[in-house]
């Protein structure tokens, strides 16, 4: 007999129930938009928030908590808009302050939160104080609100220290004074375009209070905290004594990410949060070296959650993902904070083209691999994910199951980092192609007419990935992602206790369940291995993300599946 998949039911407790919950974040599955990506309401090809608005009850439907929207504030977009040019501005080409106060109240309406994203390690270099600073020279004060520092050597030449940018090449570029002569050199831990805050500075730390409050005064639900732990520097600046290229997930300290000092700023933001009603959240984007140092950014007074890159860079192998599930989890029981899951954001290749490699190349893949045996994969890893205690994210379009798209043409390519040999980055693009919502010719529902532009072209085979292409087919990706949220809501072992346990399914299985108290209990068991597996049945049969076959009271799991069972 065949056993299968996902069941459309709506569940029992609707987002607008959900969202008021206390403690709301503590077990919310957030879906990240990225702007210009999602939906394109003026058909100019680029996605703006507009279109964002017109498909939140898609989101809502989806079964989502809350919403993470990418920057979409004015910027020269020499990053995709993580270069911000005004902190309190909408960028025309996404829409006007009026659109995203519609899209936080829309967003209300339906029970959905809106958490905005937040860029305070670094500025644009349009940014009005860094102008000034080039403009009015050596002796303006707006220079101490930056790293402006003389170069070494004969005639200040070289750099002031040996940082390399995380994109690739120095993390330095030299000025030129309001006279014309070689001046001070600037820091930047990415892109040329993108200087660094200097943290030291009170204008600085009063700037991001008033912004942070700008938005919240709006009503947005939290911040996303783009480079969190970069905020403060080592004093002194001091070499690292290598020019190998800055890596965010590094493996020891270094004097350019994760100083002490930078638990004092969240402390602070942390009281302002707390000054508005209905338990607003900060998420930090702080990549350190082991899930201990993690946990120190979302201590009780600090920020809410951080998320988990150790999970996201684990390769689809039972051991690791045994191992860094643990770890996870170990590191945030002491300070209280829930663990976070994900799998796929826009910096990274989407976890169905990872898993279609093969294993330890790393978050920047440049070959498409296996796709079917990728997607399978995906599949299962998203159902274990959203089996797991905590907070999960999803990136858009992994819900419609999308690979990336590794044969875009160098010149349609806009990551800053891929024309910089040697950064850690630069295969971005390629999980940022805009998504296919409905119809067989591009740009696919992204934008209002068949045959339109899309800023980045999309492959013809997303037809059959499109959103009208997979509802209501019970065995697409998108109906499973539907089907495990809605079960995530309902079923009362799911969600954000710290109710884990291990069960012994053998070599290259993971299996455990999460109870409730009085004993109801939720069974997930992933085989992730390349054959199939026999399984004692333990209860009825939630969800699988692979047909199944029932074998007396055993179950058959095909390789690289993962089932949901309910007992109780
Ligand atoms: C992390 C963001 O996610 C990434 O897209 C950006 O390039 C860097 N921070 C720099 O802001």
Redesign the pocket.
């Known amino acids: 007999m065949t056993q299968h998949l996902a069941t459309t039911d709506r569940p029992a407790d609707a987002p607008a129930d959900a969202a008021r919950r206390a403690g709301w974040w503590r077990d919310a599955v957030i879906y990240q938009v990225y702007p210009r990506s999602f939906a394109d309401a003026n058909g100019d090809g680029m996605g703006d928030l507009p279109g964002i608005r017109s498909r939140l009850p898609y989101l809502r439907d989806l079964g989502v908590d809350a919403v993470w929207l990418s920057p979409f504030y004015a910027s020269p977009q020499a990053?995709?808009g993580?270069d911000v040019a005004d902190y309190r501005a909408v960028d025309p080409m996404f829409g006007t302050l009026a659109d995203a106060d519609h899209l936080v109240a829309d967003a209300h309406g339906l029970g959905l939160r809106i958490i905005v994203d937040l860029?305070p390690?670094?500025s644009s270099d349009r940014h009005e104080w860094f102008q000034r600073a080039l403009r009015e020279g050596p002796a303006s004060p707006l220079r101490e609100r930056y790293h402006f520092r003389p170069g070494q050597g004969a005639g200040g030449d070289e750099p002031p220290n040996d940082w390399e940018s995380v994109f690739g090449g120095p993390a330095w570029t030299r000025t030129e004074n309001p006279d014309g002569t070689p001046g001070d050199w600037y820091l930047h831990l990415?892109a040329p375009e993108?200087p660094d805050f200097n943290w030291e500075h009170p204008a600085v730390r009063e700037e991001f209070h008033a912004v942070l409050r700008f938005w919240l005064d709006r009503g947005v639900d939290g911040f996303r905290i783009?480079?969190a732990h970069g905020l403060v520097k080592a004093a002194g600046l001091p070499d690292l004594g290598t020019h190998d290229p800055l890596k965010l997930l590094g493996t020891g300290a270094t004097p350019c990410f994760d100083q002490d000092g930078v638990h004092e700023i969240y402390r602070e933001w942390r009281k302002i949060l707390d000054e508005y009603p209905g338990e607003r959240i900060g998420v930090a984007?702080a990549w350190t070296p082991t899930a201990r140092r993690t946990a120190n950014y979302v201590r009780p007074d600090e920020l809410h959650q951080a998320f988990n890159f150790q999970y996201l860079a684990s390769s689809w192998q039972a051991g690791a993902l045994r191992q860094v599930i643990d770890e996870s989890l170990e590191a945030m029981r002491p300070v209280g904070a829930p663990t976070t899951w994900v799998l796929s954001?826009?910096?990274v290749t989407r976890h169905a083209t990872r898993f279609a490699n093969e294993p330890g190349l790393g978050t920047q893949i440049r070959t498409a691999g296996d796709r079917e045996l990728g997607l399978r994969r995906a599949r299962a890893a998203s159902l274990l994910m959203l089996a797991l205690p905590g907070s999960a994210y999803v990136y858009q379009g992994e819900e419609l199951g999308l690979p990336d798209v590794t044969d875009l043409p160098d010149e349609v390519r806009q990551d800053p980092s891929y024309f910089r040999a040697e950064g850690q980055?630069g295969f971005?693009d390629g999980c940022r192609v805009p998504i296919p919502w409905s119809g067989t010719e591009a740009p696919y529902g992204f934008g209002p007419a068949a045959g339109g532009p899309s800023w980045l072209p999309q492959p013809a085979e997303w037809a059959h990935l499109s959103v009208e292409a997979q509802t209501g087919d019970p065995a697409s990706t998108l109906e499973l992602y539907r089907a495990a949220l809605a079960y995530r809501r309902a079923h009362p072992a799911l969600g954000g206790a710290d109710n884990l346990t291990w069960l012994d399914a053998g070599e290259g299985v993971l299996s455990f369940e999460r109870s409730t108290d009085d004993g109801r209990t939720l069974r997930c068991t992933a085989n992730i291995t390349d054959r199939p597996v026999t399984v004692p049945t333990p209860g009825e049969l939630a969800l699988a993300s692979e047909p199944l076959t029932q074998d007396g009271d055993h179950t058959v799991l095909p390789a690289d599946t993962t089932a949901w069972w309910t007992t109780g």
């Open positions: 990053d995709a993580y860029v390690n670094h990415f993108q783009d480079v984007e954001n826009h910096d980055d971005r």
